[in-house]
Nanobody, 126 residues
Framework: QVQLVESGGGLVQVGGSLRLSCTASGRALSGYGMGWFRQAPGKEREIVGA????????SYSDSVKGRFTIARDNGKNALYLQMNSLKPEDTAVYYC???????????????????WGQGTQVTVSS
């Protein structure tokens, strides 16, 4: 079983950047499919982007495509989310998640993930 801890959230102005980190313990992240999700107040949790467990492909939601980038560093056992050109609508709690290896493409639904971090708040001010 893997334990996940997010960090790097905070307050940033519109157009700014943040990099979120997700550090893992217990097992190597390289054996898991990974995802970043977010949840704004009063809204459902939504996918930001997902990395196939093989590391061979990444998909992003349309709302962040071209602005956010997911990367995994197997040596540091960490997953990152680089967020650029931030908008007020990006304000949310961001979660890192992991799922056991499965055949098929990267997983874009929260129900597909078994392991979750506690979340980190990102607030974009205008």
């Amino acid at each position: 079983q893997v334990q996940l801890v997010e960090s790097g959230g905070g307050l940033v102005q519109v157009g700014g950047s943040l990099r979120l980190s997700c550090t893992a313990s217990g097992r190597a992240l390289s054996g898991y499919g990974m995802g970043w999700f977010r949840q704004a107040p009063g809204k459902e949790r939504e996918i930001v982007g997902a990395l196939k467990w093989t590391g061979s492909s990444i998909s992003y939601s349309d709302s962040v495509k071209g602005r956010f980038t997911i990367a995994r560093d197997n040596g540091k056992n960490a997953l990152y989310l680089q967020m650029n050109s931030l908008k007020p609508e990006d304000t949310a709690v961001y979660y890192c998640a992991a799922h056991e290896p499965r055949l098929g493409p990267e997983r874009m639904k929260a129900d597909d993930y078994e392991y979750w971090g506690q979340g980190t708040q990102v607030t974009v001010s205008s």
